[in-house]
T-cell receptor, first 117, second 113 residues
Framework: AQSVTQLDSQVPVFEEAPVELRCNYS??????LFWYVQYPNQGLQLLLK??????LVESINGFEAEFNKSQTSFHLRKPSVHISDTAEYFC???????????????FGKGTKLSVIP | DGGITQSPKYLFRKEGQNVTLSCEQN?????MYWYRQDPGQGLRLIYY???????QKGDIAEGYSVSREKKESFPLTVTSAQKNPTAFYLC????????????FGNGTRLTVT
């Protein structure tokens, strides 16, 4: 079975500083990878996803994540954070559908990003 | 507008009562899911359904029940058998393709006292 580890439960960072949120996964087969963002008392919103192809994926609001197969990682980065980036971020994996199970995602426990003015 | 509607946003119940959380979608997605979120524990899968009239238990199904009579609807009942029902409950949908992400509703916060 696959699993996801988000190494930091909380990350405080000053406004306009760079940030990296770490995500490692374990799986015996290739996986699809996702980052979601959650603002207080809301659902999760898809930030970006890696399915195949280029290992560097970008979102529309300046975040990027790099898939590293050898290190089984999918860390999320932003070169300069804004106050509005304060939220909780979840890394998730999905196995390719094999006819059994479902299209469900397995989530990490989340990282709370706090941007300090 | 298209999306997933969870209602109500906040729900309060007394211990020992069953309660049903609503999830309706108009995205025409086949698959629907219920996750439970507790602080510091991420999201844990309760039940999922890939087609109408069929559903499967997730990792923490004990004390919960679901039905899938219509494609658009996937209600979750939290029964009195659930030991710690107070949590944030999230409904999600996806199409049945490999590269389809999950789409989430805005959640229902259930408090049981």
């Amino acid at each position: 079975a696959q699993s996801v580890t988000q190494l930091d439960s909380q990350v405080p960072v000053f406004e306009e500083a760079p940030v990296e949120l770490r995500c490692n996964y374990s799986s015996s087969v290739s996986v699809y990878l996702f980052w979601y963002v959650q603002y207080p008392n809301q659902g999760l919103q898809l930030l970006l996803k890696y399915l195949s192809g280029s290992t560097l994926v970008e979102s529309i609001n300046g975040f990027e994540a790099e898939f590293n197969k050898s290190q089984t990682s999918f860390h999320l980065r932003k070169p300069s954070v804004h106050i509005s980036d304060t939220a909780e971020y979840f890394c998730a994996v999905r196995l390719p559908y094999s006819g059994a199970g479902s299209y469900q995602l397995t989530f990490g426990k989340g990282t709370k990003l706090s941007v300090i003015p | 507008d298209g999306g997933i509607t969870q209602s109500p946003k906040y729900l309060f119940r007394k211990e020992g009562q069953n309660v049903t959380l609503s999830c309706e979608q108009n995205l025409n997605h086949d698959a629907m899911y219920w996750y439970r979120q507790d602080p510091g524990q991420g999201l844990r899968l309760i039940y999922y359904s890939q087609i109408v009239n069929d559903f499967q238990k997730g990792d923490i199904a004990e004390g919960y029940s679901v039905s899938r009579e219509k494609k658009e609807s996937f209600p979750l009942t939290v029964t009195s058998a659930q030991k710690n029902p107070t949590a944030f409950y999230l409904c999600a949908t996806s199409s049945r393709t490999d590269n389809s992400p999950l789409h989430f509703g805005n959640g229902t916060r259930l408090t049981v006292t």
